[in-house]
C-alpha cells in the first residue's frame, strides 16, 4: 500500500516568493496534518484538516494557509517567504477523527523547503 | 501549557548495550503518546501508540512503556542500524487536534 506522498521533495525560493507544497494521504484516510520541522527540533504543528475543515490551527502567521481536497489530498500554502521559513515540511494523515480513542498519524518523507 | 521534553538529546552506545530513552509530558488529559523513529532528511516512521498508564508495547529490540507523567523507550542490544532519532509525540484529550512533539533523542550506536 502507498504511503502518505508530498511533493515537491526540494524547493528553493527567494524571500517575499510563496510557495505551494502538496500532500496525498493513505488511501482511506481522511484527516491531513501539516508540520514544520526545523533542524534540530521536533516537529510543529502548523494545521489539521478533517472532511476538507480547517480543525485545528498551531502558533503560525497568517501567511500559512491550506486547504483540503475532496479527496483528501492536501496543500499547504506558505506567503512572503522569510529566511527562517526554511524547513522540512511534513506531512500527516490518519484514518478519521474520532470522538473516543487517539489517530495514530504516518507521516510523508517532507518537502524540504530552502529560502535563500 | 502541553509540553514534551525527551532526554537526554544525544546518546552514545556500543552495539549491544541497552539503554532508555525518556519522554516527560505535561498535558491536560492524555489521549495519545507516540514514539517515533526519524532518520536524517526523512519524514518520521511510527513505532507505537500507548493509551494508558500501565501499558506496555514491544517491537523487536524495542520496548515503550507510559506512566501518567513519562514514557520510556528501552532499546535491548541496540544494532548500529538502530541509530536515528526517536521522537516523541503526546495528543491531548481535550484539544485532540494537535501532537506535541519533543524534539528528541540522537541515538547513535557504534559496532
Known amino acids: 500500500d502507498a504511503g502518505v506522498t508530498q511533493s515537491p521533495t526540494h524547493l528553493i525560493k527567494t524571500r517575499g516568493q510563496h510557495v505551494t507544497l502538496r500532500c496525498s494521504p493513505i488511501s482511506g484516510h481522511k484527516s491531513v496534518s501539516w508540520y514544520q520541522q526545523v533542524l534540530g527540533q521536533g516537529p510543529q504543528f502548523i494545521f489539521q484538516?478533517?472532511?476538507?475543515?480547517?480543525?485545528g490551527r498551531g502558533n503560525f502567521p497568517d501567511r500559512f494557509s491550506a486547504r483540503q481536497f475532496p479527496n483528501y489530498s492536501s496543500e499547504l500554502n506558505v506567503n512572503a517567504l522569510l529566511l527562517g521559513d526554511s524547513a522540512l515540511y511534513l506531512c500527516?494523515?490518519?484514518?478519521?477523527?474520532?470522538?473516543?480513542?487517539?489517530?495514530?498519524?504516518?507521516f510523508g518523507p517532507g518537502t524540504r523547503l530552502t529560502v535563500l | 501549557e502541553d509540553q514534551v521534553t525527551q532526554s537526554p538529546e544525544a546518546l552514545r552506545l556500543q552495539e549491544g548495550e541497552s539503554s532508555s530513552l525518556n519522554c516527560s509530558y505535561t498535558?491536560?488529559?492524555?489521549?495519545?503518546l507516540f514514539w517515533y523513529r526519524q532518520d536524517p532528511g526523512k519524514g518520521p516512521e511510527f513505532l507505537f501508540t500507548?493509551?494508558?498508564a500501565g501499558e506496555e508495547k514491544e517491537k523487536e529490540r524495542l520496548k515503550a512503556t507510559l506512566t501518567k507523567k513519562e514514557s520510556f523507550l528501552h532499546i535491548t542490544a541496540p544494532k548500529p542500524e538502530d541509530s536515528a532519532t526517536y521522537l516523541c509525540a503526546v495528543q491531548p484529550r481535550y484539544n485532540f487536534n494537535k501532537f506535541y512533539f519533543g524534539s528528541g533523542t540522537k541515538l547513535n550506536v557504534k559496532p
Open positions: 498535558v491536560s488529559g492524555l489521549r495519545g
Open positions: 500527516a494523515s490518519s484514518l478519521s477523527r474520532t470522538s473516543g480513542g487517539s489517530d495514530t498519524q504516518y
Open positions: 484538516y478533517y472532511e476538507k475543515e480547517e480543525r
Open positions: 500507548l493509551y494508558s
